[in-house]
């Protein structure tokens, strides 16, 4: 499988920003899938997991109320929307898909990562 992000960017706090990912090499409705940050000196975190039907979703506790995960298999897509973002968000956004239908909190467990999209908001 293989992933490409697109949509980061710069963005002031309280904008919105949606990022893509655009899986190929694969039937994506087979892989579970989710979307990392990584911060300069900080460890790469789950932002938020989707199963490969997109029907059960988990976000980490930092962005629930404020990111949400979707997909669009047949377009081969996952999605994070980014509402009312915050300077502490800046960050290296990484897509990633596991080898199975299963998702995972922890990075080690994805098989398949995307190069990653910047994101920076400015205060």
């Known amino acids: 499988v293989q992933l490409v992000e697109s949509g980061g960017g710069l963005v002031q706090a309280g904008g919105s920003l949606r990022l893509s990912c655009a899986a190929s090499g694969s039937t994506f409705s087979n892989h579970g899938a989710g979307w990392f940050r990584q911060a300069p000196g900080k460890e790469r975190e789950l932002i938020a997991r989707?199963?490969?039907?997109?029907?059960?979703?988990h976000a980490a506790d930092s962005v629930k109320g404020r990111f949400t995960i979707t997909r669009d298999n047949a377009r081969n897509t996952v999605y994070l929307k980014m509402n009312s973002l915050k300077p502490e968000d800046t960050a290296v956004y990484y897509c990633?898909?596991?080898?199975?239908?299963?998702?995972?909190?922890?990075?080690?467990?994805?098989?398949?990562w995307g190069q990653g999209t910047q994101v920076t908001v400015s205060s």
């Open positions: 989707i199963s490969r039907g997109g029907t059960i979703t």
């Open positions: 990633a898909a596991a080898r199975t239908y299963m998702t995972y909190n922890l990075a080690g467990k994805y098989d398949y």
